[in-house]
């Protein structure tokens, strides 16, 4: 089992920047692949952006191209989302899931709380 925390979010005015971030509980972080989805009210749940489990490939949302940064860091089981220049487009409740294979195309299992993002304009 994997136990999924997210933190970070909050109230920003567009523009500005957010850094999110994802705990993960159990011995096998380094194996999964991991990525970040969102969801806004009213609307479905999308990807925003994902990375392998070593960290050497990731991918993203054409939404967020060039804005938004997925990272992680393995021996302490955690994995980032750095959010900049972000736009009223971008409020939403943003997940963080795990899955395998440990690449892209992880189906994922494991999914945490979310946090709230919330971009004033």
């Known amino acids: 089992q994997v136990q999924l925390v997210e933190s970070g979010g909050g109230l920003v005015q567009a523009g500005g920047s957010l850094r999110l971030s994802c705990a993960a509980s159990?011995?096998?972080?380094?194996?999964?692949?991991m990525g970040w989805f969102r969801q806004a009210p009213g609307k479905e749940r999308e990807f925003v952006a994902a990375?392998?489990?070593?960290?050497?490939?990731?991918g993203y949302a054409d939404s967020v191209k060039g804005r938004f940064t997925i990272s992680r860091d393995n021996p302490k089981n955690t994995v980032y989302l750095q959010m900049n220049s972000l736009k009223p487009e971008d409020t939403a409740v943003y997940y963080c899931?795990?899955?395998?294979?440990?690449?892209?195309?992880?189906?994922?299992?494991?999914w945490g709380q979310g946090t709230q993002v919330t971009v004033s304009s």
């Open positions: 899931a795990a899955g395998r294979p440990g690449g892209l195309s992880a189906i994922y299992d494991y």
């Open positions: 159990g011995r096998t972080f380094s194996t999964l692949g």
């Open positions: 990375i392998d489990w070593g960290g050497g490939i990731t």
